[in-house]
């Protein structure tokens, strides 16, 4: 199997730079999710905020890492510079199904909570920076299923929590999504910071002039360099669907490895049943 490195393109990209390369409907980056199950929508452990969509994106069958029938990655975000702390004494007295002190019982995020159940192919972690983020492998009915709109936030941020969808709103690419294969010599070699004599991976000079920033594999874009450990299936993203890192940098999302993150992340929280072992907490 070929492996081909492909930027990732919204509407705008395409009208102004695809010229006759071939380009493939790849997904959206907007606030709806995928058709999955609204009761698995990824959630915080710590307060049971429902994260914000970032993207879904279809994947070439060479990044299919969790097998070929799962087809596409939605990502989440959620903004807490306290994620590492316990679960909330609410969350869990929702969760176990026990009466819940609130100010106001009522609001339906607390009746969305107790229904909610975690994705069968959920993976979660912190980005060791101040904010939480999920990827959820899907089928290809959850890829073309309806859209599902995020469930109801709780009636209050907690202490550390942050929702800018302002933010996003202003600085996040959005739009349909499109995958544009680029004649790129690192597709398929595993990334590193500095290419050396022995290294399968080359170093591209003018990679910004002829290179996308938002890419799946390939060369990577990151101007600080790309993190140790990266296999040659990920994808490198920055500001697609308002997703954040460290204020402005990229961020790269592995699909070979149960711990997506790497060690930008303290621990994979919830491993997912696809996910591999949990990396423990350093």
């Known amino acids: 199997m070929v492996t081909e490195a492909f930027d990732i393109w919204t509407d705008d990209d395409v009208a102004d730079e695809a010229g006759e390369r071939p380009r493939l409907p790849a997904g959206w980056a907007d606030h709806a999710g995928p058709g999955i199950d609204v009761r698995t929508w990824p959630r915080s452990p710590r307060t ?37 702390k316990d679960p909330s004494p609410e969350v869990t007295a929702v969760i176990a199904g026990r009466p819940v002190d609130v100010a106001q019982p009522e609001h339906p995020f607390w009746a969305e909570l107790a229904q909610a159940r975690a994705h069968p192919r959920l993976q979660v ?21 309806p859209r599902v709109a995020r469930p109801t936030a709780a009636p209050s941020l907690a202490d550390g929590e942050v929702d800018n969808s302002s933010w996003r709103a202003r600085h996040g690419v959005y739009g349909s999504l499109w995958l544009v294969p680029r004649d790129d010599p690192n597709a398929g070699v595993p990334p590193v910071s500095f290419p050396s004599d022995g290294d399968a991976y080359v170093d591209v000079p003018d990679k910004f002039d002829v290179f996308h920033a938002e890419h799946l594999g390939g060369t990577g874009m990151s101007p600080d360099g790309m993190r ?55």
Do not use: K
């Open 125 to 145: 972690a912190d980005d060791g920076v101040a904010s939480l983020i999920a990827m959820v492998w899907l089928t290809e009915a959850e890829l073309n299923g």
């Open 48 to 84: 049971g905020q429902p994260m914000l969509h970032c993207f879904t994106l279809w994947l070439p069958e060479a990044y299919r890492r969790r097998g070929p029938d799962l087809v596409a990655v939605a990502v989440f975000q959620w903004e807490d510079e306290l994620y590492f």
């Open 228 to 282: 140790d450990g990266l296999s040659p299936w990920y994808v490198e993203v920055c500001r697609l669907g308002g997703i954040s890192f460290g204020g402005d940098l990229d961020i790269a999302l592995d699909l070979e490895n149960g711990a997506f993150l790497g060690d930008w992340s303290t621990a994979v929280m919830i491993p997912g049943t696809d996910a591999g072992q949990p990396t423990p907490p350093r």
